[in-house]
């Protein structure tokens, strides 16, 4: 089974509301895309980001919308106008968004590769800007990016808006990985983020990538290169991926910094490029990152890269939140997301911040920075981590949206994450230099915490025990601050802690997979007795939440949301309706609480692929008739799951119910596709 299929169905289904959210878009501009076509070599790629405030209800009511145009042109141009049409591919739109470009403000562009960023702010009192933006969020495909010259006036290079698809992905890195050896020791963290688009076929048709580092190294000499490789751990090969690093960038003294972003736009008819790009997406883990140097010019540090785990808090910042008076009232609703990478013992390795916040305040305004302050509410706290740089907004309205640095220190990162409603954002100005608009990164819980509910992981609610080794979910009140699940962990055995918050079954841990303030999904200790037994929950600060819980030798549950779980074993598709098995058929269902197996499982390890772990016996019922069970197993890859072979009876068609038997306890029944 798919680790993919396996997360849609064991993974909750629960949707957060959001005030503010960032999506993103790109362009690719050609003169071959006007109408009618313009003959031009210039071409070029915009990156569109709509930062969006959201009401309750899910509606835009402002925003902005920042346009990014590398461009290249032959000879120099004078740029008139940026903006984005309302119009569909082949036909001249009407301007919907314009940005401050134009005749009388116009931009000369440079020979050979030239950038012009534009910012067009959407205030909510503007009805016609507001429904563009509503519009080209919900449909980017009828909206265009165009930029207009003296001699173009009507557009010289032209693309219609891409939704884009990015991922975050950080690796640990050590001069121990690093092959031939480098001639300094050193570690640190990279952070790369990909965004690309893709064609009506599947196809990438732009991308581009964004890297960083954190360093602490001995070696002072000149920084000369941080790419991107294909190959695992211990492999070598040729860089796919290389930004273009400034020259003369060296280490601080104290030998302890940070790098980039460096940004590279890939060429996309290069296979080598965009295969590597691919596996950002598909498979990170098969490619490393390396920071090179002068005097290491082979490497002085890598990693493998991994994919990273992520909490977007809403932290709504407002000047009536301040504890002195402010000079001007202003607000900034602000998501703050927290990107990590996890030890296998669960902890905290490394992380980063990406900050987007929208402010909204009356004039001019100089921005001192966005900072991370540790205090609960009604307590001022001294700045801990600044989160953006100083900035100036003539209007006092627009957006300001950046990633961090990778962060090597996690202590603040555990502390955040662990108890966010003791840390608080703080906007200063300079008018406000010690705070213009502040918000606790979550309220304190005003209910306390509790365990209602405690069933097998198939979320069959009529099930009255759970089984050793077996996955099983936690409902309740306030058991976690802020989810938290296994992306960015890697590891052969799954942790016992996950956000700080352990689980103890009959006076033995749990696997943790899952935590979140309403839901926790573990795996019980495959060793727990049978019987009544006590849970216990515990965070930092101690125990905090028991329920009894009744743990039975054998308690099968087959998962079905949101489908049922059982592939055909001939090529691993999902049985549906729309693909229906048939007798004779070998199906897999999919299921947990089938307990202990031989050989013997532990606790939070997944069985190894060639090796099987039989269960005790099972038997299997299809449209009410004995199906042959060819074997039950726990399933390798995944700790708490296992796989059941059964053989589809003869002379059953339609929809027929299927349920499994072991050791007189009986699984739920999921219904069956049969043609």
């Known amino acids: 089974m798919s680790r993919a299929v396996f997360l849609l169905l064991f993974l909750p289904f629960s949707l957060f509301a959001q005030t503010v959210q960032t999506q993103f878009f790109r362009a690719i501009l050609l003169p071959t895309s006007e109408v009618p076509p313009v003959s031009s070599t ?7 980001l709509a930062s969006v405030v959201l009401d309750s209800s899910g509606q835009v009511v402002s925003g902005t919308v920042d346009v990014l145009a590398r461009i290249t042109f032959t000879a120099t141009v004078t740029a008139t106008g940026l903006g984005i049409w309302s119009g569909n591919v082949g036909q001249n739109g009407t301007l919907a968004l ?21 910012a067009i702010q959407v205030a909510g009192d503007n009805p016609t800007l507001l429904n563009a933006l509503r ?67 599947g196809n990438w048709n732009s991308a581009e990538v964004y890297l960083w580092a954190t360093y602490n190294t001995q070696d002072q000499t000149a920084f000369s290169g941080l790419q991107i490789h294909p190959g695992a751990a211990g492999v070598v090969s040729t860089a796919s991926l290389v930004p273009t690093l400034p020259g003369g960038l060296t280490p601080m003294p104290t030998g302890t910094g940070s790098i980039g972003p460096f940004y590279m736009e890939l060429t996309t008819t290069a296979a080598a490029q965009t295969g590597t790009f691919t596996n950002l997406f598909n498979n990170p883990g098969s490619q490393y990152i390396d920071l090179r140097t002068v005097g290491n010019p082979l ?34 609703p602000a998501a703050l997301t927290i990107y990590t990478l996890l030890n296998p013992d669960g902890s905290i390795a490394a992380g980063s911040l990406l900050a987007d916040m929208d402010y909204r305040f009356n004039g001019a305004t ?61 906007l200063h100005t300079v008018n406000d230099p010690t705070g213009a608009a502040r918000a606790q990164l979550q309220p304190a819980a005003t209910e306390p915490s509790g365990i209602t509910a405690v069933i097998n992981a198939d979320l069959d609610k009529t099930a009255a025990a759970v089984a050793p080794g077996g996955l099983i979910t936690i409902f309740g009140t306030n058991l976690s601050k802020v989810p938290c699940d296994l992306r960015g962990w890697s590891g052969s055995q799954l942790p016992y802690f996950l956000n700080g918050l352990a689980v103890n079954i009959g006076g ?22 049978a019987g009544a037994q006590l849970m216990i929950l515990s965070n930092a600060n101690g125990p905090f939440a028991t329920y009894t819980v009744n743990v039975a030798p054998s308690a099968p549950g087959i998962f079905f949301y949101p489908a049922p779980a059982i592939l055909k074993n001939a090529d691993f598709s999902l049985v549906t309706a729309g693909n229906p098995a048939k007798p004779g058929d070998v199906i897999l269902v999919y299921c947990t609480g089938l307990g202990q197996t031989t050989p013997a499982l532990s606790t939070g390890v997944a069985p190894v692929a060639g090796v099987l772990a ?52 009986t699984s739920n029944s999921v219904n069956l596709a049969l043609r």
Request: hydrophobic share 40%; glycine share 10%; aromatic share 8%.
């Open 135 to 201: 519009g080209m969020v919900q449909n980017p495909a009828g909206y265009y990016v165009n930029l207009l010259t003296t001699v173009n006036p009507n557009g010289v290079i032209r693309g219609q808006l891409l939704r884009a698809q990015s991922t975050v992905l950080m690796a640990l890195m050590s001069s121990d990985n690093a092959f031939p050896a480098p001639f300094n020791a050193g570690y640190g963290v990279a952070q790369v983020v990909a965004i690309g688009t893709r064609d009506a076929s």
């Open 366 to 426: 100089q921005f001192l920075g966005l900072y991370l302050q540790q205090a609960p509410a009604g307590q001022d706290g001294p700045p801990t981590l600044q989160v953006t740089p100083d900035f100036h907004s003539d209007t006092g309205f627009g957006n300001y949206f950046t990633w961090s640095a990778p962060i090597l220190d996690p202590g603040t990162l555990t502390s955040i994450l662990q108890n966010p409603d003791g840390w608080y954002l703080d």
């Open 299 to 332: 490497g002085l540090m890598r990693g493998q890269l991994q994919a990273t785990g992520s909490a977007a808090l809403q932290v709504p910042l407002s000047s009536t939140n301040e504890l002195h008076t402010t000079s001007a009232p202003g607000a900034a």
């Open 98 to 118: 314009n940005s401050v470009l134009s005749a009388s403000s116009s931009y000369v562009v440079q020979i050979n590769g030239d950038t012009i960023h534009q």
């Open 42 to 48: 210039a071409h070029g790629v915009a990156d569109v």
């Open 614 to 665: 039989q269960t005790t016996p099972v038997a299997a019922t299809i449209g009410g008739q004995a199906a042959g069970v060819i074997y039950s197993i726990a399933s390798p890859g995944f700790a708490g799951l296992y796989q059941v072979a059964i053989t589809v009876p003869a002379g059953l068609t339609g929809s027929v119910p299927l349920a499994l038997q072991q050791g007189g306890a």
């Open 508 to 529: 033995r841990q749990a696997a943790m997979l899952y935590v979140s303030p309403q839901q926790i999904n573990v795996q019980a200790p495959v060793d727990v007795p």
